[in-house]
């Protein structure tokens, strides 16, 4: 079993920055990849970023280029999402999931661990 634990978010005003961080305990292997994804109220969840345990791929969404950034250190078995330039439209609830192998899928369908999530509010 996986566990998976978000921490980092916040109320932070339009343009400012925050760092998410999600720790992976339990019997993960070697071969996974790690993804951020983010649903407002209403709203369906929706596609980040990611990143594959190498570190080698990451992927963002449209929206998010230039603005977040993915990384990972592995020795803390955690994930990073750097998120600079924060905008009203980034408020939502952010989720950290896990998937077995290194294709970076973008549906939530596709992941099978999932954290409790961490609120991000971004006011204008």
């Known amino acids: 079993q996986v566990q998976l634990v978000e921490s980092g978010g916040g109320f932070v005003q339009a343009g400012g920055s925050l760092r998410l961080s999600c720790l992976a305990s339990g019997r993960t292997s070697s071969s996974y990849t790690m993804t951020w994804f983010r649903q407002a109220p209403g709203e369906e969840r929706e596609f980040v970023a990611s990143?594959?345990?190498?570190?080698?791929?990451?992927r963002y969404a449209d929206s998010v280029k230039g603005r977040f950034t993915i990384s990972r250190d592995n020795a803390k078995n955690t994930v990073y999402l750097q998120m600079n330039s924060l905008k009203p439209e980034d408020t939502a609830v952010y989720y950290c999931a896990l998937r077995s192998g290194l294709t970076i899928k973008t549906m939530w369908y596709d992941y099978a661990y999932w954290g409790q999530g961490t609120q991000v509010t971004v006011s204008s």
């Open positions: 990143i594959t345990w190498s570190g080698s791929g990451t």
